[in-house]
Nanobody, 122 residues
Framework: HVQLVESGGGSVQAGGSLRLSCQVS???????MGWFRQAPGKEREGIGS?????????YTDSVQGRFTISQDKNAKNRLYLQMNSLKTEDTGTYYC????????????????WGQGTQVTVS
């Protein structure tokens, strides 16, 4: 059973940086990981995805060039979302998620979700 735990949220001023972590367990081989966020009063949106078995990450346009998804070099089951040049519109609850099967992209349907972590940019 796949389980995910996020950490690293907090409050930051616009222009600052934060790094979120996601610890994933319960799988044996590569798995597709995604990062999502939900702003107050808005629908949840996918912001990026990465296949842990290798390959490039995908990002939505609003975070391209500012956010980076990566794996821990020493612990492949830990992923990071590095967020730079944060804007007030980046405020929201951030979730990491996982899916199995083909098509690793944040627009796909993800079946496993973390509990979420709050990011506030002021």
């Amino acid at each position: 059973h796949v389980q995910l735990v996020e950490s690293g949220g907090g409050s930051v001023q616009a222009g600052g940086s934060l790094r979120l972590s996601c610890q994933v367990s319960g799988y044996k081989f590569g798995i597709c990981m995604g990062w999502f966020r939900q702003a107050p009063g808005k629908e949840r949106e996918g912001i990026g995805s990465l296949y842990t078995g290798g390959g490039s990450a995908y990002y939505t346009d609003s975070v391209q060039g500012r956010f980076t998804i990566s794996q821990d070099k020493n612990a492949k089951n830990r992923l990071y979302l590095q967020m730079n040049s944060l804007k007030t519109e980046d405020t929201g609850t951030y979730y990491c998620a996982a899916k199995v099967g083909s098509w690793c992209h944040f627009k796909a349907d993800f079946g496993y979700w973390g509990q979420g972590t709050q990011v506030t940019v002021s």
